[in-house]
């Protein structure tokens, strides 16, 4: 059974740097395919897709905030991190991480990505 | 950036089938799969449909995708009250390089 926790700081000062921590079980970050993603949500809107780690260390960044993102994981502690420079209120926001898979299909031949399990998030106030 | 837009809301009774619209773009729906998640009052989102219309264990058959050019569908069948809750469909991006999310449609069952 694979599961997620994000942990981090509940309120953080405007130009400050935000560290989340996503802790797993129930799978390996070395495992071929294996991917562990972060989503926002700010209060009352939608959802917004950050970061991306696969297996192989390869990293996606939504382009929007790539430049104050950074997504790094540590195999053998079971976590990813998620460091975010620059906070601003309009960061405020429930934070997820998720368990990340692909799959492949033959006839036709593509990859699909998908992310199937959430931890139940963090929520993280940006404010003076 | 890439946008995928989806209704606000949408409703219906009790029974009634209601389908959901995501509306994309070449980079995303056009030439990659789409994933759907229901999220309850108060809850972190749950994979829903993933591959256009693959359904994880345990998800009710009366939830199905489809995809077509650039748009894509959630269709869900014998509505129940249960299923009052808000729905993203988030396609892979090849642009991207990751999921670009619909901006959700709130699902009221009357």
């Known amino acids: 059974q694979i599961t997620l926790k994000e942990s981090g700081p509940t309120l953080v000062k405007p130009t400050q740097t935000l560290t989340l921590t996503c802790t797993f079980s129930?799978?390996?970050?070395?495992?071929?395919?294996?991917?562990v993603g972060w989503i926002r949500q700010p209060p009352g809107k939608a959802l917004e897709w950050l970061a991306l780690?696969?297996?192989?260390?390869?990293?996606r960044y939504s382009p929007s905030l790539e430049s104050r993102l950074t997504i790094a994981k540590d195999t053998s502690k079971n976590q990813v991190v998620l460091i975010m420079t620059n906070m601003d209120p309009v960061d405020t926001a429930t934070y997820y991480c998720?368990?990340?898979?692909?799959?492949?299909?033959?006839?036709?031949?593509?990859?699909?990505?998908?992310?199937?399990?959430w931890g139940r998030g963090t929520t993280v106030t940006v404010s003076s | 950036q890439s946008m995928v837009t989806q209704p606000p809301s949408a409703s219906g009774t009790p029974g009634q089938r209601v389908t959901i619209s995501c509306s994309g773009s070449?980079?995303?729906?056009?030439?990659?799969?789409v994933n759907w998640y229901q999220q309850l009052p108060g809850a972190a989102p749950k994979l829903l449909i993933y591959?256009?219309?693959q359904r994880p264990s345990g998800v009710p058959d009366r939830f199905s995708g489809s995809k077509s050019g650039t748009s894509a569908s959630l269709a869900i069948s014998g509505l129940q009250s249960e299923d009052e809750a808000d729905y993203y469909c988030?396609?892979?991006?090849?642009?991207?390089?990751?999921?670009?999310f619909g901006g959700g449609t709130k699902l009221t069952v009357l």
């Open positions: 998720a368990h990340s898979s692909t799959g492949t299909t033959k006839v036709p031949p593509y990859y699909y990505y998908y992310m199937d399990v």
């Open positions: 129930g799978f390996s970050l070395s495992t071929s395919g294996m991917g």
């Open positions: 780690i696969y297996w192989d260390d390869d990293k």
């Open positions: 070449r980079s995303n729906i056009g030439s990659n799969t």
């Open positions: 591959n256009n219309n």
């Open positions: 988030a396609p892979w991006d090849a642009s991207l390089k990751g999921w670009v």
